[in-house]
């Protein structure tokens, strides 16, 4: 298996990129588009457990768009073969000073692109040093 070839680990970048500026900017069509739209998709949340599509689109129509902006660090894309990767990254966001963010997503590309499949979100304390 292939891992990691420049071209794919592109493509997904700019997925992830495309996924990271809807996000920061409330664009809820592109998020939704980034999702499979697929009853085992899933995403774990800071506060929420989220099975399905459904449930994902309807938790980004009601979500704030107050304070959405952070900043990435530590980002991490590995493509296994043409159609398999995981994106990590970590965040910082000035509406939860003291924390960091950590965000793992699952992607799989399907004939209408590159989707997330699965994605786990979570704040912690940041480690002692």
Known sequence: MDIDLPDIVAQVRAAFDRYEDALVNNKVD???????????TIRYG?????????????FRAARSPVALGRKLSRTVITTYGHDFAVASTLYERP????????????WVRF????????AHVSLIDPPKT
């Open 111 to 118: 004939p209408e692109g590159w989707r997330v499949v699965a």
């Open 95 to 106: 509406s939860a000073p003291g924390k960091i963010g950590r965000q793992m997503q699952t």
């Open 46 to 58: 800071t506060g929420e457990n989220l099975y399905g599509y459904k449930e994902i689109a309807s």
């Open 30 to 40: 592109v998020l939704d588009e980034m999702f499979r739209s697929d009853p085992r």
